[in-house]
């Protein structure tokens, strides 16, 4: 088991970058495969990436695929999203998940640890 807290969100202009954190502070988030999503007002959880539990795979959605990148620090127990290049539809609540299950990475139900959400804001 893990409890996930995601942080790094922020206000940015178009252009600029983020790097979000997802940290357990109970139990080793290494164990599991880790996701990010995220849910914009009105607007469904969608998935945007995906890191396996060794990090040898990702995957990512086609909305930000060259402009995001997944990874993750086993010795810190800490998952990352670093966000370049960043669109105004990229404004969003982002969630860390772990537990995610191959095939279905991108499935939000795949998962069963969540964080709480961090607010991303691209202003155009």
């Known amino acids: 088991q893990v409890q996930l807290q995601a942080f790094g969100g922020g206000l940015v202009q178009a252009g600029g970058y983020l790097r979000l954190s997802c940290a357990s502070s109970v139990g080793t988030l290494s164990n599991y495969n880790m996701g990010w999503f995220r849910q914009a007002p009105g607007k469904e959880r969608e998935f945007v990436a995906f890191i396996s539990w060794r990090g040898s795979t990702t995957y990512y959605a086609d909305s930000v695929k060259g402009r995001f990148t997944i990874s993750r620090d086993t010795a810190k127990n800490t998952g990352y999203l670093q966000m370049n290049t960043l669109k105004p539809t990229d404004t969003a609540v982002y969630y860390c998940?772990?537990?995610?299950?191959?095939?279905?990475?991108?499935?939000?139900?795949?998962?069963?640890?969540w964080g709480q959400g961090t607010h991303v804001t691209v202003s155009s």
């Open positions: 998940a772990a537990g995610g299950r191959l095939p279905a990475y991108y499935t939000a139900s795949q998962y069963n640890y």
